[in-house]
């Protein structure tokens, strides 16, 4: 690529998460960057858009670096539709989403705002990146992530990533310089078992904490669990087709008719 | 079956929604009925959960026919994992969700609600349909939709659906009596071209609604944007491996070690 590629940076943590500073960082080494993030958290937003209320989107100033920054109201989806289709000049080379504070291996796919924001960049036409890792802290050791972070994305910008496919590539939490290296993974099958805790308000009403335990079962050593267990990086592909294909042919022996 | 199956209802459009109060009474000619809904609209909710506020759940009382209802102050997905871990005794035979106003075919079933809430009773081993009307208004015509809606559920229960598989079923709009039958479809592939409507509000800060146009150039005959089109109900068959296993092998010959 001659010229300096143009990157979308979003996230799910909010524009001020340590993640989304690093990979920031890491960008600029690469190309050229906007940044358009949620200006407050959307951990676990899922795919969520935002139709039946308004957007606001700010451009801020007195950013320190070269990227270009806005932070949105919205959800990290309307992040990467309202940059395409508004902000942006043109089409970004590449949409890089995170690094998320946590894990989105596994069925987290299915729950995570950060891989919303990159499969919505792939259901645009663009090739796109979701980086996490498996530390919900704050604090979280983000910088040994970069060298990673950069090859990932210099390969995917050189080699392509294959057509309607987003990557999906979650960090395991191992010590400083412990990573043995990545894997291309699939999806592991595993699920979260929710215990509801159960709590009443001052003025007597009934409330629920949601709060789980992830159960895997799935014992595959090519699975994105078996690789971050391992102390590997995951990088599963993922698509947006959910057409079960194989199930297609049992469903026609179905009758309607009678 | 040979006693009565426990049968999950819920949806995205709120407990009120003519669509789901259609589906209830479907479901009490089937078996024994636990509504669990939201208590105000959730469309394009996607697979968004509460995690980081509480959640409020009112049992019903005077409810209008045999089944049990509940309302919810959470997402579709939150209202499911209420229900299963929660709320109901045992394990429902079946989950389904709807009828939602508006298309869930194709691309939307990212976006959506109803399918989101389908999805997790699936994740969670219970077999479930979203339904789907191409009608959005609040007066659109759902009772000539039962006979087909009883059909389907009939033959999930009697048959089975696949393992880790989900039904998305849309339905047509089309005058009464002209649904030609029903199709098992692939999803189409299909998009969403944003126009973002600029507003300003009263104290001069501009702001956004999002609009779009949706793009099908998938010509297809067995995608449920076709089936749709031609007067047919879809069914697609839907699953929570977003692994794009075909990319596996090309991703592997990436060089990270360079």
């Not at 940076?9 to 190309?31: F, K, Q, W, Y």
């Not at 209320?53 to 309307?78: F, H, M, N, R």
């Not at 215990?195 to 949601?210: A, C, E």
């Not at 014992?219 to 057409?243: K, M, N, Q």
């Amino acid at each position: 690529m001659a010229k300096r590629p143009l990157i979308l940076v979003t996230n799910d943590d909010g524009i001020t998460a340590p993640g989304i500073r690093t990979l920031i960082e890491v960008m600029n080494t690469i190309g050229d960057v906007v940044v358009v993030a949620p200006d407050s958290p959307q951990s676990a937003m899922g795919h969520a858009i935002t139709i039946n209320s308004t957007l606001y989107c700010t451009k801020l100033t007195g950013v320190d670096g070269p990227q270009i920054e806005y932070q949105c109201s919205g959800t990290p989806a309307d992040c990467v539709k309202l940059a395409i289709n508004e902000l942006m000049d043109r089409k970004p080379d590449i949409c890089v989403s995170g690094i998320n504070h946590g894990s989105n291996s596994s069925i987290n796919v299915i729950y995570s705002g950060t891989m919303s924001a990159a499969i919505e960049a792939g259901i645009e036409g663009i090739p796109a990146i979701g980086f996490s890792l498996l530390d919900y802290r704050w604090t979280a050791d983000f910088e040994s992530l970069k060298p990673y972070v950069e090859k990932i994305t210099r390969n995917a910008l050189a080699n392509k990533i294959p057509t309607d496919v987003v990557l999906n590539v979650n960090f395991p939490k191992v010590p400083k310089g412990k990573i043995k290296g990545i894997k291309i993974c699939r999806q592991a099958k595993a699920y979260w078992v929710e215990n509801f805790d159960k709590r009443q308000s001052p003025m007597g009403r009934d409330y629920y904490w949601l709060t789980g335990e992830f159960i895997n079962e799935d014992r595959g050593e090519d699975t994105d669990e078996a690789a971050l267990g391992g102390g590997y990086i995951s990088i599963v592909p993922t698509h947006f087709d959910l057409t079960a294909h194989h199930a297609i042919q049992q469903l026609n022996t179905w009758d309607f008719d009678e």
